[in-house]
């Protein structure tokens, strides 16, 4: 079985960011992004083996913006809130992660590294999850929830946080449904990270009630759901993955190797992550 670590690049370096934060520098730049991403790229690789890497990210304004003005547009009035220093922290993580997608990864010979304006990485991943044949795995490393629509047979998701491994059966033991349908509990449920308002009053579990049928029809929630039809058609064109028109190379395998490893990682003073790919 050839196994696929399919990483949400901005995902993974926002975690690194808030763990390290402007903890590291090297030559007066900021460097904790990166340490955290590359510490986090070799205890991936040590858990699943000797996997091929996927790297995708966001690129430019979201295309579910065009659709829906108010669609994350909680961020942008977030950063009008932030104080200069904060702001500036903000810019130097943006920068150290795209210089991870320019420089470090193909630097470091990751053949797979993706991106394209207008779409974010949970559309590339997508993509590449659903392209996948006989002898093939993907591993979705993500704590974006929205993933769980894609599982599958051969689609797992990693969630880097809780270190726990969702796959088809534990969701299916967890929320009595099929991965598919997952799209209809977020449609019913919204999604307050990206500002997609779900139905008063209902969550994932109670969503999740209502698809399977054990939710009670004279309780507030059922009406609400059956009232609120034309909200849950709006909201699953905005959750749903992907967003029509994702174009991609076919996958590559790595050239990665530990003289290039080392190379990087001693250009970045990160000495103790330069022995980290053997």
């Known amino acids: 079985m050839k196994t696929w670590l399919v990483i949400d690049s901005s995902n993974l370096a926002w975690r690194a960011f808030y763990a390290m934060g402007r903890d590291l520098s090297w030559q007066g730049v900021q460097t904790g992004v990166l340490f955290g991403f590359f510490r986090d790229i070799i205890s991936l690789r040590t858990l699943f083996g000797e996997s091929q890497f996927v790297f995708c990210f966001d690129m430019g304004r979201s295309l579910r913006a065009l659709k829906d003005p108010g669609y994350k547009g909680d961020r942008e009035r977030k950063y009008e809130g932030m104080d200069q220093g904060t702001l500036r922290s903000h810019s130097e993580m943006r920068q150290q992660l795209a210089s991870l997608r320019v420089s470090y990864l193909p630097d470091l010979g990751f053949q797979n590294v993706f991106s394209q304006d207008g779409y974010e990485a949970d559309d590339l991943i997508a993509v590449v999850a659903q392209r996948g044949g006989a002898g093939e795995e993907f591993i979705l490393v993500s704590s974006d929830k929205d993933l769980y629509q894609l599982l599958d047979d051969r689609?797992?998701?990693?969630?880097?946080?809780?270190?726990?491994?969702?796959?088809?059966?534990?969701?299916?033991?967890?929320?009595?449904l099929c991965p598919s349908q997952w799209v209809e509990v977020k449609a019913m449920a919204g999604c307050p990270t990206d500002c997609v308002p779900g139905i008063k009053g209902v969550g994932e579990k109670t969503a999740a009630k209502y698809l399977r049928g054990s939710l009670g029809v004279k309780t507030k929630a059922y009406q609400r759901i059956q009232d609120?039809?034309?909200?849950?058609?709006?909201?699953?064109?905005?959750?749903?993955?992907?967003?029509?028109?994702?174009?991609?190379?076919?996958?590559?395998?790595?050239?990665?190797?530990?003289?290039?490893?080392?190379?990087?990682?001693?250009k970045l003073g990160m000495k103790s992550l330069v022995r980290g790919w053997m």
């Open 228 to 266: 609120n039809q034309s909200l849950v058609d709006w909201n699953r064109e905005l959750v749903r993955l992907p967003c029509p028109g994702v174009r991609l190379p076919q996958l590559r395998d790595d050239r990665t190797d530990m003289q290039s490893w080392m190379d990087v990682m001693q």
């Open 155 to 176: 689609v797992s998701v990693y969630n880097p946080h809780s270190k726990a491994v969702i796959n088809k059966a534990s969701f299916e033991d967890e929320w009595g």
